[in-house]
């Protein structure tokens, strides 16, 4: 059965889609976008917004009382794959802070993203 989660601690959908959903022991989470949850803002570099993204997919993990450590798969889409250098340090840093291992990832370069934004994340996590 799935349910949906919601958080106001991460920005809402921006279009028909939930942020994420419980299924069993997994969780979905949707594309999430830097959007600043409490200014409604996206910053212009690529380091804060890589920041941002995986402060939003921590706030969804959260509220789904999961933790860092439960997530297992992540995409991210960028618009320019010559950052991944900085998109790496920021990435890599956040799991370290988190104490959690690094998870499978993909990396992909997409033309364009919702808002124009330069970086994209969708996560899955998994909890006996």
């Known amino acids: 059965m799935n ?11 921006i279009g ?8 069993e022991n997994f969780l979905i989470i949707s594309g999430q976008i830097p959007i600043d949850v409490k200014s409604g803002k996206i910053p212009n570099n690529i ?9 939003n997919i921590k706030s969804i993990i959260i509220a789904s009382k999961y ?3 439960d997530i297992i798969k992540i995409t991210v889409f960028t618009t320019n794959l010559e950052k991944i250098h900085i998109i790496n340090e ?10 959690s291992s690094f998870p499978t990832r993909s990396c ?5 993203l919702p808002k124009n934004v330069k970086i994209e994340m ?3 996590a998994f909890k006996k």
């Open 67 to 69: 933790t860092i450590q």
């Open 108 to 112: 992909i370069e997409v033309q364009k």
């Open 122 to 124: 969708e996560a899955m």
């Open 3 to 13: 349910v949906i989660v919601n958080t106001e601690n991460a920005p809402k959908p």
């Open 90 to 99: 920021i990435y890599e840093k956040f799991f370290i802070d988190n104490k």
């Open 47 to 55: 380091s804060e917004q890589t920041y941002i993204v995986l402060k």
């Open 16 to 23: 028909p889609y939930s942020q994420a959903i419980k299924n």
